[in-house]
Every structure is written in C-alpha cells, then in structure tokens.
C-alpha cells in the first residue's frame, strides 16, 4: 500500500497528563553561532534559565524539510505523501482535542510551503495570521504585537498554544535603524551588483544586525509570558527552520548543502518546573514533537509517531 500508516498506535494520555500552554518561535535561516550574549542578549539570558541544546541540527536546510521535522519528528522526505494526504501531525491533532486555543503567526506563507496543508491541515483559517506584504522585519514586528494581544485576550480557562515563523534573518536580512550593531554593513542588496568575493563580509553584518532585532522582538514575546504569570505554565520551544551559510564551504544561504552552517541551528526549550541545563550532545528537529508529547503526558514510545527521542528522557541516541 502507498498509504501511510501514521501513527503506528493511537495515542495514549496517562494519568499525569497535563495542559500545559505552548508557545513555539521559530526564526527563518537562524544559525547556531547566533545564539550569543553581544548579538541577542535576551535570547540568551532566557536560554541560561531554560534547557539550552548547543549542538543541534535541523530535518533539512531549507524551510519546508526544517519546519516538518520539527512538528513531525520525522525526516524531511516524508513531506510528499503527508501533504498528497493533507496529514497532519498528531501533536497538532493532540491539542485540537484537548480544546486548546490556538493562534498561529507568519511574517511569510502559510501557503508556500503548504503549511496549511500538512503542519497546520486542520487548524481553521481564521487562527492562520499572515502579516501585511512587507519586509520581514516589518512583518515580525505587527505579528510580536497581534500575538500578544491575542495572548491577552484569550479564554483564560483553556490552554493555549502560539506559534510565530519570523522573517528578519531571511536574506536580505532586513533590519530597523535601532538594531545595528555591525558596521560596516551592505547598505544596498541588490543582488544583481552582488560581489560576493568582495562582499561577503559586510552581508554577514546585515545579518548579524536583523539578529539582534530579531532578538528583541522575541523578547518582548519573553517578558510578556513572565510579566503575566504565563511561563509557569507555559512550554517555550526556540529555534530556527534551517541555518545559514556565508561561504565557510563555498556558499551563500541555505539549501545548497549539508554544511553545518546550514542545518545547525540554535534550540532552547523552556519547560515549567524543570531546572536550567546546557546540552552538548547532538539532538535534532526529530526530537521536538517527542519531547512535547511526553511534557503532555504522552506514554506512548516516540517510535509510535516519530524518528526522534523525548530530550529529558533517557540517552537515546
């Protein structure tokens, strides 16, 4: 049969089975360098108070393979047959049971890649956010202030779960006046006069700049969670779809090869109740939807519905 046989056994919820909130960030071309106190200083007071994973890699290094492995727990070749099935992933299917609130953000599409049709298949349009047309930067920033007020304005007596795809660090790493950090920096991308022999470093600059507002517009989403009582009950989950690469090996961007420029990103996880730790052994996009599951109170093996392992359980890999 060319059907799927997903998942392998139903879920089962035990007895400490819990609702807790989430919140998932994830940041377009985010590699794992950039997760540093001078570059995002919130980013990384909030990783040194939370599980902070410092050698971690993507399902892919491009968007659509990064983003499914994450909310999958699978490799990114599965992608084909979930969206002809317009199948959608069981921790989604798992909250929409539980009645969760849920509001979702994109400073891109939510239709190229078919996230409509795969990630989010069955979530309803009117929870599905895009920002105006705008640069990325732009974008995040009206996407930071509707979240947070959807936050507030949610039903306090269901759990929630927010998500928002950011867009600053997308070439051509957009940025406000406010953010810069790095000069000199290319003032004028315009790829058609792009010399990268010549260049290369000062497109870094852009990037390392749309980085730092990246990380205060994550942070105003931080300081809203903690100012309202919301991160003792609340999974945080950061990272990136992919990573990004400025010729170390050759190349500019991302999908092009599996350097580690390109598929390591940075991951920090914030479970209520669980002290802070610094993990230096590998872990992968293949572990998120595990490790929520299990936080859920999931007791099924993560084999039943995914490639990856629950990160606070036993090694694994």
Same mark, same amino acid.
């Given at each position: ?8 056994? #139903? ?20 590699? $794992?360098?950039?997760?540093? #106190? ?21 399902? !892919?290094? !491009? ?9 999958? *727990? ?64 732009? *974008? ?9 007020? *959807? ?17 600053? #660090? ?17 003032? &004028? ?12 470093? /000062? ?24 100012? =309202?009582? /919301? ?9 990136? &779809? ?10 500019? !961007?991302?999908?092009? $090869? ?8 940075? /991951? ?17 996009? /293949? ?6 599951? =299990? ?6 093996? #993560? ?9 606070? *359980?036993?090694?694994?890999?």
């Amino acid at each position: 049969s060319n059907a799927l046989s997903y998942p392998l056994q #139903p879920l089962r919820a035990g007895a400490a089975a819990r609702d807790l909130n989430i919140v998932v960030l994830v940041v377009e071309s985010w590699r $794992a360098d950039m997760l540093d #106190p001078e570059i995002m200083p919130k980013l990384s007071a909030f990783a040194a108070r939370s599980a902070n994973f410092r050698d971690h890699f993507s399902g !892919g290094n !491009g968007t659509r393979m990064g983003m499914f492995s994450i909310f999958y *727990g699978l490799p990114g070749s599965y992608w084909f047959p979930f969206l002809a099935e317009r199948r959608s992933p069981v921790l989604m299917d798992l909250l929409q049971q539980r009645n969760y609130q849920i509001e979702l953000y994109t400073s891109a599409r939510f239709t190229y890649p078919e996230f409509d049709h795969t990630l989010f298949a069955h979530v309803p349009t009117a929870q599905m956010h895009e920002a105006p047309e705008a640069e990325g930067w732009k *974008g995040d920033r009206v996407n930071v202030a509707q979240m947070l007020k *959807g936050i507030d304005a949610r039903d306090p007596t269901r759990p929630f779960m927010g998500f928002m795809f950011f867009e600053s #660090p997308h070439a051509r790493y957009g940025f406000p006046d406010d953010a810069i950090i790095r000069r000199p920096y290319l003032e &004028d991308m315009d790829y058609a006069e792009l010399n990268l022999d010549r260049d290369i470093e /000062l497109i870094r600059n852009r990037y390392i700049n749309s980085c730092h507002h990246l990380d205060q517009q994550i942070g105003y989403v931080l300081d809203h969670l903690e100012q =309202t009582g /919301l991160l003792d009950s609340t999974i945080v989950v950061v990272t990136g &779809d992919h990573g990004e690469e400025f010729m170390e090996h050759g190349r500019w !961007g991302h999908n092009s $090869a599996f350097t580690d420029e390109q598929v390591r990103t940075p /991951l920090v996880i914030h479970v209520p109740g669980r002290q802070p730790s610094v993990i230096d052994t590998m872990s992968s996009h /293949l572990d998120i939807a595990p490790t929520l599951l =299990t936080a859920l109170g999931i007791e099924n093996p #993560p084999g039943d519905y995914s490639l990856g392992f629950d990160l606070f *359980g036993p090694p694994s890999r």
